[in-house]
């Protein structure tokens, strides 16, 4: 999940084993820490932004799972991965 640019630069894992994240039905996980993140949501999954206003979740993108990679820039809780399958 981590961008990297430049010649001779090895891709950051940000301390984690994998950059390959696994959610159950209903999961979420936060995406962080503080970064940037290079995300491409398998079929069930979706990349989401708290809105502080309204206090809720709200799906970001173009909502399509054909291929599609998004880049953003994570506080650490202002963005996260949702398994959305089996919810309401």
Do not use: C, E
Request: hydrophobic residues 35%; neutral net charge.
């Amino acid at each position: 999940m981590g961008l990297f640019s430049g010649s001779g630069v090895l891709p950051s894992l940000k301390g984690n084993p994998t950059n390959v994240v696994t959610l159950q039905s209903g999961q979420t996980q936060l995406i962080s820490p503080a970064g940037w993140y290079m995300v491409h949501a398998g079929i069930y999954t979706v990349v989401q932004q708290y809105d502080p206003i309204t206090g809720i979740w709200r799906d970001i993108g173009n909502g399509t799972h054909v291929g599609g990679v998004q880049y953003i820039y994570s506080d650490g809780v202002n963005y996260r991965l949702a398994n959305q399958t089996g919810s309401v």
